[in-house]
């Protein structure tokens, strides 16, 4: 029987390293860590542990991040756009201002969250818990919230949005990964 073993960084300094070296960084420890500011774009993240991390006004883009834990983590102006969190967890976590556009929550645990004037744009938000959330000020549209298993008791205010939106902020994400992807390859 083999034991799975956990990449454990310990500092912020080796997450940046390790992003300038791989793309792959499937169930790696970034528990408690400062990564305020980061920019994590085109990854694959399965299972992350980011509890008690510090990821304000990161930037998650285009990133598998399915079944991630974002338990307790200060996530304030974060931005996920066209990111796959589905099965996170983010019970207790602090997305004030948080920016959820275009992403796959499908699945997530949002119970005891702080949603204040975070906004949510074309995100799938079927089977998510929202208990005991707060979202004062959140605001939303192209989102399903009578799709979530619980749903915020107070619904983010919807505000329409043309559907090609979400196709345009796909798009360009996919492409400002691909160019940093390349980008890093001409250095390697």
């Known amino acids: 029987m083999s034991e799975e073993i956990s990449v454990r960084y310990e500092t912020r300094e080796e997450v940046a390293e390790a992003l300038g070296k791989k793309r ?3 169930g790696v420890d970034l528990s408690g860590l400062d990564l305020s500011d980061m920019t994590m774009a085109g990854l694959n993240m399965p299972g992350v542990n980011f509890s008690g991390a510090n990821l304000t006004k990161s930037r998650l883009a285009a990133a598998n991040m399915e079944g ?10 974060a931005r996920f756009a066209a990111a796959n ?8 976590a602090r997305m004030r201002g948080a920016k ?3 992403a796959n929550m499908e699945g997530c645990d949002f119970t005891g969250a702080d949603l204040t004037d975070s906004s949510w744009f074309a995100a799938n938000v079927s089977g998510a818990d929202f208990s005991e959330t707060t979202t004062t000020g959140a605001r939303g549209g192209g989102v399903s919230w009578s799709s ?8 983010p ?3 329409s949005v043309s559907p090609v939106i979400p196709a345009i902020i796909v798009g360009l994400l996919i492409g400002v990964v691909g160019v940093i992807v390349l980008m890093k390859r001409r250095k390697g």
């Not at 991630?68 to 102006?77: C, P």
């Not at 969190?85 to 207790?92: A, D, E, H, I």
């Not at 979530?148 to 619904?155: G, L, N, Q, R, W």
């Open 85 to 92: 969190l589905s099965g996170s967890n983010f019970q207790g």
């Open 24 to 26: 792959d960084l499937s």
């Open 157 to 159: 205010e919807q505000v």
């Open 100 to 102: 959820l556009h275009a």
């Open 68 to 77: 991630a834990n974002f338990s307790n983590a200060l996530l304030n102006e």
């Open 148 to 155: 979530a298993k619980v749903p915020p008791e107070e619904s």
